[in-house]
């Protein structure tokens, strides 16, 4: 697949200021980090932001953010002109989403003692779920959950501290933090199989039409040419499945 074309009205629409500003999520540690020595970003969200840079020929400032949450503020605020975001009906109101780069699964997790064995045993009255406010599945168990109440810690990476501290039943997130946390806390388990399939794509603000072309070929081209493949290997990400041009846009 040819590099992708970028038109003067791409460009102007994805750096106005002759800068892309990417939004990097640390909420979301399977695409982005910081670097242990330098504190600076890294990840599969700063590599493909690079590349994007590169293709429109543009120098580029990464923004900062804790929470998918304040990345959805940030762009109500003009803050960045592209962001890696989970694909949800929600932020496509505010927020022009592309097709899926990458799947990742959404999971629960719950004391070892509980009686929960298995996801149909949630949405039940009395359960309390912890999620990181504003995430995907944030969004998805709002709308899902009929029963169960839904507690919001401030961030995804504290949502396991959160349950803990406040004696709640069940952590709901992206399955890999999941899974690190309850190697290094004592007393918890993984509840088998997945709750979501979160589809992670590119975005930029809405009404930024010939921007959303291009990141849409954009991602095309990266999942075509591998080189999703390439930065996912390069940061030795596991269990996420690299989306392909058939999955569903």
């Known amino acids: 697949m040819s590099t992708p074309e970028v038109s003067p009205e791409a460009r102007e629409q994805l750096a106005p200021n002759g800068v ?5 999520n640390f909420g ?16 599969v969200s700063v590599d493909l932001a690079t590349q994007l840079a590169a293709l429109i020929d543009v ?6 953010y804790d929470a998918a949450g304040e990345v959805v503020t940030g762009c109500e605020r003009d803050e960045w002109d592209v962001a890696f975001v989970a694909r949800d009906p929600v932020r496509g109101k505010g927020i022009e989403q ?30 309390r779920v912890v999620v990181g406010k504003g995430s995907a599945y944030d969004l998805f168990l709002t709308r899902t959950i009929q029963h169960a109440t839904i507690l919001r810690a401030p961030t995804s990476p504290e ?4 349950m803990l501290k406040e004696q709640c039943e ?3 997130g992206v399955r890999q933090q999941l899974e690190a946390d309850a190697k290094r806390l004592a007393g918890l388990r993984m509840l088998p199989g ?3 399939v979160i589809e992670q794509a590119m975005g930029t603000p809405k009404g930024r039409t010939a921007a959303a072309n291009l990141l849409q070929e954009f991602v095309a081209y990266a999942l075509k040419n591998g080189l999703v493949d390439a930065t996912v290997a390069t940061h030795r990400i596991t269990g996420v499945t690299v989306a392909t041009l058939d999955t569903p846009a």
């Open 28 to 43: 979301n540690p399977i695409l982005a980090i910081r670097d242990s020595s330098s504190g600076a970003p890294t990840g």
């Open 194 to 196: 997945r709750f979501m």
């Open 170 to 172: 069940v952590a709901a």
């Open 59 to 64: 120098q580029i400032r990464f923004v900062l």
């Open 20 to 24: 892309l500003r990417a939004a990097i």
């Open 98 to 127: 592309t097709r899926p780069y990458i799947l990742i699964e959404g999971a629960y997790l719950v004391p070892h003692r509980s009686l929960i064995q298995s996801n149909a045993d949630i949405d039940v009255a009395g359960t």
């Open 159 to 162: 949502v396991v501290g959160t």
